[in-house]
């Protein structure tokens, strides 16, 4: 399958990194590719991308137009505050009719505090404001949870945990849980909370996630809902 993923951060790395482990024809979307490729900064994501993009062959790099237009299912891997412009810049037209699978969260650093609040949060989500914009397309949220390395690799923290799966349409969902077992999510670790209204629940965990980042002093953990199987 081809899959755009619009972000050149850690986030976009990682999961641009699995989905080509996993045999996918992958495209990291970005504004300018030139400038992408000149930055010399490493910032959280550890190296420049272009050495990124140099250790990982199988991945190309696009404009995010070009990269959503190639693509049969696109991933949202930019920062929350930008992804509205992000999303505008893929276009319309290149979102129309595919799975479009949100994982970034609104934190909204203008006002430098910390840690940043969500906007939007309580009655609206990131998520709601994406598939408001693009009606065409099937937005499911997932994965924003959690750390990038949990993502994809789930297996690195001992014990079940849980991922969460929000969207309008079943089939586009179901897609998507089919995709969280490709990186090995166990089934039962899935829980589908239902229509996209239930993201501002997920978003709004953030304020809680970021708290336990700041006590443990690390961010390899999950959140595990107990007794999520429905009783027979």
């Known amino acids: 399958m081809r899959y755009a993923v619009l972000g050149t951060g850690s986030v976009g790395r990682t ?32 190296q420049p991308f272009s050495a990124w993009l140099r250790d990982h062959p199988a991945v190309d790099l696009a404009a995010f137009a070009e990269a959503a237009g190639r693509a049969d299912a696109v991933v ?9 412009d992000v999303l505008a810049a893929a276009g319309a037209e290149n979102l129309a009719g595919k799975i479009l699978i949100d994982v970034a969260n609104p934190l909204d650093f203008s006002a430098g505090t910390m840690p940043p609040p969500l906007n939007p949060v309580n009655t609206d989500s990131l998520a709601e404001q994406i598939q408001r914009a693009y009606p065409a397309a099937k937005v499911v ?3 924003n949870t959690m750390n990038a390395a949990i993502m994809v690799d789930p297996a690195r923290l001992p014990g079940p945990h849980s991922v969460f799966v929000s969207g309008d349409d079943a089939a586009a969902k179901q897609a998507v849980t089919q995709l969280l077992i490709s990186f090995g999510w166990p089934p039962p670790s899935i829980i589908d909370l239902g229509d996209i209204t239930t993201a501002r629940g997920t978003e709004m965990m953030l304020p809680v ?18 007794g999520a199987r429905r009783p027979s």
């Open 15 to 46: 999961i641009s990194a699995k989905l080509a482990s996993l045999g996918h024809d992958v495209v990291v979307g970005t504004r300018d590719t030139q400038s992408t490729l000149a930055r010399t900064g490493t910032g959280s994501a550890g």
């Open 141 to 143: 949220k997932t994965l």
């Open 76 to 84: 949202n891997a930019s920062s929350g505050a930008t992804s509205l």
């Open 209 to 226: 996630w970021l708290g336990l980042f700041g006590a443990l002093g690390h961010a390899d953990f999950n959140f595990h809902i107990a």
